[in-house]
């Protein structure tokens, strides 16, 4: 089946939400745990909000792959499914590989 542009549009348009929401909530949690941190160096809370904003951004182009990986599912367009899930096991190869480093 081919996917139409009407189908093409909303997943845009999901995926810019996405990425903005993910951006939002990341810098309004960096900022929060900097003026934190600057008011009170070594909080506990300073340190929680900076290490959340910091997964949040890290995290957001992750489930932006899965977000187009359901969506591609969903509009049966198998060629990009097949693409999307490709990239997505590069994606958990690397975390795997950098938490085994940690």
């Not at 996917?3 to 903005?20: F, I």
């Not at 009170?40 to 290490?51: A, F, K, Q, R, Y």
């Not at 599912?73 to 490709?86: E, G, H, L, S």
């Not at 994606?91 to 950098?98: I, P």
């Amino acid at each position: 089946m081919k996917t139409t542009d009407s189908a093409l549009s909303r997943l845009e348009t999901h995926l810019g939400r996405l990425l903005v929401a993910g951006v939002a909530v990341s810098a309004a949690s960096l900022s929060i745990g900097l003026g934190l941190y600057l008011a009170s160096p070594g909080s506990n809370d300073s340190h929680l909000l900076l290490v959340g904003g910091l997964f949040v951004l890290m995290a957001t182009p992750m489930v932006r792959v899965i977000v187009s990986f359901a969506e591609y599912v969903r509009m049966k367009d198998w060629f990009f499914m097949a693409t999307t899930i490709v990239v997505l096991g590069v994606l958990a190869v690397s975390v795997l590989m950098a938490i085994r480093r940690l």
